[in-house]
């Protein structure tokens, strides 16, 4: 096979791919790894065990299975708990939670 016809099969079968995308694109990882552990470490080793409370978002039956179940369940904690955050403050917290243990696309 000669190289044009090798590079356009490339080309044609990368673009019939579905494009994987980050569900929470252009999130702080930054500023929610610091906002993680202020707001959320504490409660999820007293309800959920672990160093670091991250057994909640590793255990088998975990409820979150999707992106959008993530967004929810940050909005929830957000309302349950009265914390003062802001619906992009709950992104970056997705995206955060997102890399380091749900690994959604």
Avoid at 19 to 45: R, Y
Avoid at 80 to 98: K, Q, R, V
């Amino acid at each position: 096979m000669n190289l044009p016809r090798a590079l356009t099969a490339a080309l044609l079968l990368s673009a019939s791919l579905p494009a994987l995308a980050d569900p929470f694109p252009d999130a702080d990882l930054v500023a929610a790894k610091k906002m993680h552990a202020e707001l959320c470490v504490q409660c999820h080793e007293r309800k959920f065990g672990g160093e670091d409370g991250s057994d909640i978002y590793t255990r088998v039956d975990r409820r979150v299975t999707t992106p959008s179940a993530l967004a929810q369940q940050l909005t929830a904690c957000t309302t349950m708990l009265n914390l003062d955050l802001f619906p992009e403050d709950e992104h970056h917290l997705a995206g955060y939670l997102n890399k380091h243990y749900y690994k959604f696309e």
